[in-house]
Each structure stands twice: as C-alpha cells, then as structure tokens.
C-alpha cells in the first residue's frame, strides 16, 4: 500500500501541518489573552474574552491531534520528549487547564474582585503557554543531550538557556500581534479603536524579537541555515513572510481586517516552515554527537503503523477541517454579548 511514498517524510509533512494550525489557531486566542489586562472597561474585557469563546477550547484540538500523530508516528522521539521536558511539560499543561478555569469562572460571581483576579490569571497563562511553547522550540533548535539509549540527560534549568528564553519571547511576541489583529477584526467602536493602536506597537514588538532571534540563529545555530545556501529558492519563505508582515499595517489601515489576518496567519505558518527546514530530518538534534540524534527513520514507528495511521488521517482530516471551517463560519462577525456570554 502507498508503494513510492515516503511514508516517514509524509508524517513530518503531516505533523508539522498539525501544529503549524494550532499555531494560527491558539496563537489568535492566546494572543488576545496576553494583551486582557491593557483592556481597562469590564464590558470591554468580556467582549475581548467572548471573542475568542467560540473557538479557543476547538483549537487546541488540532495540539491533541498532533501530539498524538507524534506519538504513533515516531514513538522515540515522543518518549525522549516527554521524558526530557518532563517538568515543562506539565507546567504547559497546568497553565493551559489554568487559563480554561479561568475563562470559565470569571463570570460566574458578581464580584469586580473576583473578575479581577481572574482577569490577571487568564492573561498571565496566555502568556506562560506562549513562552514555556517557544521555548520548548528553541530547544529543539539548539539541540539537546539526546544519549545513545534515546534518552535527554538535563534538568528543566537547562531548558532556560538565553537561546531558547529568545525564542520563547519572540513567541510571545508574535501571538499578541496576531491576537492584537484578531481583536480589531471583531469588535468595533470604542474598543475596536483601542486595540488598532495596538498593532503597529505590536508588529514593531515581533520585529525587534524576530531580527534579534534570526541574528542569534545565524551565531549559535548556522546549521539551521545551511540548508538555505544549498536551497537559496527556500530564501522565498523568508522574503515573503517580510512582506506579509509589512502587509499588515497597509491592511489595517484600509480597514481591510480579514486580509490583514491572514498576513499574520501566513507569518505564522512561513516560520514554522522554516524551522521544519532548517531541522530536517532530525526531530530532535543531539548535542552529544549527531549520530544519537532522532531523525524521521531511526525514530519512526513501523511502515505498517505508518500506512495505517495514514489510512484513518486521509478519512478524519476532511472531518477536523469542516468542524473548524464550520465554527468559524458560524460565529463570523462582530461579537454581540448576550445572556449565554461569559
């Protein structure tokens, strides 16, 4: 079955799709939570935090799907992740089911400190779920003490090197001007010019980060680049992720909103695509010696498990899409606060 494809080079592509939508989908959301508490008027803050109601528990579907696409394509490099990121793992997830509380319960007592408090925890597990993802990424990056018997010997201190602090920023940084963009598209009035000030500070934010990081990379981490002088038609990305970032404050400003969020969306994605690059084929680099290091065929599952697991992906991906497709469509528009609102 599936004779000529290259099922491990398929499942790279795969995941890599899987994560790359959760990006563009939980980044919007997360990127709104980060920026709550500049919005100072409480029926302000509910209609920030109802627009992204419909939507921010769905989207993190597409991180379940892709952890565990990883985990039954390439089991080691699951296992070695887990294991190695141990510590921040559960702390990703104790903010991520933190944040959740949070959305749920802040409207449930008629108390302004109450709110308040939980107004200040929904903002700060936006924040940390941004951070503790970039910095698990800029790991990855960087590499980490993978041993022969596929096992990451270091401590979650190790995980906070300057490198990966670098990138986690960045990531935060990126979020907040794509949910900085999301908000403008649904609120209006007031509130809508309010946070259309925000975006220009906040792509100048992401840039500051993301020349910073790139210039690192090109220190640190110029393997990262290599693939680029031996493909320079890879550059591309690179050139048309500038543009799509240029292209925001030129949407915005023509009030053209939807557009200017799939600028940020298509960033989003240009960079993923760029570190899937730049990794290619390792998932998990090793700074012991490169032979140590997990690629997509010493760490893949069996090409049986492979052809399977591609065979339910072809059948459930059409359904995953058209839920998504479907809950955007619906909840389209402006947000209209009314008694089922948070």
């Known amino acids: ?6 099922l491990n080079v398929t499942w790279f592509v795969l995941i890599g799709v899987l994560l790359t939508g959760y990006a563009i989908l939980d980044g919007f959301d997360l990127g709104v939570g980060s920026l709550h508490l500049l919005i100072k008027n409480d029926l302000d803050r509910r209609i920030a935090l109802n627009s992204i109601g419909p939507f921010w528990d769905g989207n993190e579907v597409w991180l379940v799907t892709g952890g565990g696409a990883l985990f039954a394509a390439f089991p080691h490099v699951y296992a070695t992740f ?3 990121f141990y510590l921040a793992v559960m702390l990703i997830l104790m903010v991520i089911i933190f944040r959740a509380v949070a959305i749920e319960f802040r409207s449930k007592v008629e108390s302004a400190t109450w709110r308040k408090a939980w107004d200040i925890a929904f903002s700060i597990s936006s924040i940390m779920i941004g951070l503790l993802f970039g910095i698990a990424l800029g790991n990855v990056i960087i590499g980490i003490p993978v041993a022969a018997d596929k096992e990451a010997y270091m ?11 670098l990138v986690g920023i960045t990531t935060v940084a990126l979020f907040m ?7 403008v598209m649904k609120t209006e009035g007031d509130l809508q010019k309010l946070v259309r000030g925000w975006v220009n500070n906040a792509i100048i934010f992401f840039v ?3 020349v910073t990081t790139t210039m690192a990379t090109l220190i640190y981490v110029p393997q990262m680049a290599s693939i680029l002088k031996s493909h320079p038609e890879y550059f591309l990305i690179a050139i048309f992720n500038m543009l799509a970032i240029a292209n925001i404050p030129r949407e915005i400003f023509h ?7 799939l600028s940020s969306s298509f960033s989003i994605l240009a960079l993923l695509a760029l ?6 084929p390792n998932l998990l680099s090793s700074t012991i010696s490169p032979e140590y290091s997990l690629n997509i065929y010493n760490a893949a599952s069996s090409r049986t498990t492979l052809e399977v697991m591609f065979t339910m992906a072809l059948i459930g991906i059409p359904f995953v899409l058209s839920y998504t497709i479907s809950i955007y469509w619906i909840f389209r528009g402006k947000v209209k606060l ?3 609102s948070y």
Do not use: K, Q, V
């Open 338 to 340: 009314d008694n089922t």
């Open 1 to 6: 079955m599936y004779e000529g494809l290259d």
């Open 177 to 183: 001007m794509h949910g900085a963009i999301f908000l």
């Open 275 to 280: 570190f899937a690059i730049g990794i290619f």
């Open 208 to 210: 500051i980060c993301y």
């Open 82 to 84: 887990t294991s190695g």
């Open 155 to 165: 401590t979650f201190f190790d995980l906070l090197n300057p490198y990966a602090i």
């Open 255 to 261: 009030g053209r909103e939807f557009r200017a969020f």
